[in-house]
C-alpha cells in the first residue's frame, strides 16, 4: 500500500488549517488517513507548525513519501535531517548518541533563527505603532490648534449679543 505524508485541509473557507497526516494514496484529500502528525496554520506570522518528528521520521523510514509542501514542512522541523541522519546509523557511519547529539544541536540554531524572526517582527510592530501614536498625536493637536481660535470668536460673539440686547 503507498503511502503519502500531506496535507488535509480543515478551517473556514480563506482561513485555511491543515493537519499533516500519513494517508493512503488512493484516500481522498481529506479523507481518510493512517495516522495524524500534526498541524500547520499559516495564518499566524510565522506559521505555526506543530509536528510529531518521531512519528514523521519512522513513516518516511517505512517508505511514506512526502508530498512537496508537505517536505518543506518535513525539513523546516527536521523530520527530513533526523531521517538523514539514521541512515547514517544504519550504515554505521554514526552511533545513536552523535545522531541525538547533532540533531538537538540543529534544533537549538533553528530555535533561535525563528525567535530572532518572531522578535524582529514584533520590534517592527511596535514601532508602527508609535509612529502611529505620534501621528494621531499631531493630528489631534492640529485639530486642537484650529479650533481654539473659533471657541475664542464664539466667546467674544458670545459677549456682543447680550450688549447688543441690552442696547435695545
Given at each position: 500500500m503507498p503511502v503519502k505524508i500531506r496535507l488535509?485541509?480543515?478551517g473556514k473557507k480563506g482561513k485555511p488549517f491543515y493537519w499533516i497526516v500519513a494517508a493512503d494514496v488512493r484516500a481522498k484529500r481529506d479523507g481518510r488517513y493512517l495516522e495524524k502528525l500534526g498541524t500547520y496554520?499559516?495564518?499566524?506570522?510565522?506559521?505555526?507548525?506543530?509536528?510529531?518528528?518521531?512519528?514523521?521520521?519512522?513513516?518516511?523510514?517505512?517508505?511514506?513519501?512526502?508530498?512537496?509542501?508537505?517536505?518543506?514542512?518535513l525539513s523546516y522541523k527536521?523530520?527530513?535531517?533526523?531521517?538523514?541522519?539514521?541512515?547514517?546509523?544504519?550504515?554505521?557511519?554514526?552511533?545513536?548518541?552523535?545522531v541525538e547529539e547533532k540533531f538537538n544541536a540543529w534544533i537549538e540554531q533553528k530555535e533561535g533563527k525563528v525567535q530572532g524572526k518572531v522578535d524582529s517582527l514584533a520590534k517592527a510592530e511596535e514601532e508602527a505603532r508609535a509612529k502611529a501614536l505620534e501621528a494621531e498625536k499631531a493630528v489631534n493637536e492640529a485639530r486642537i490648534a484650529a479650533s481654539a481660535p473659533v471657541v475664542e470668536d464664539a466667546a467674544e460673539d458670545a459677549g456682543e449679543v447680550p450688549a447688543a440686547g441690552e442696547e435695545e
Open positions: 488535509q485541509r480543515h496554520n499559516p495564518n499566524t506570522n510565522p506559521a505555526t507548525i506543530d509536528l510529531n518528528v518521531d512519528g514523521a521520521v519512522q513513516w518516511l523510514q517505512n517508505g511514506a513519501q512526502p508530498t512537496d509542501t508537505a517536505r518543506a514542512i527536521g523530520a527530513m535531517y533526523k531521517n538523514h541522519l539514521l541512515g547514517g546509523v544504519r550504515k554505521g557511519a554514526l552511533t545513536e548518541e552523535q
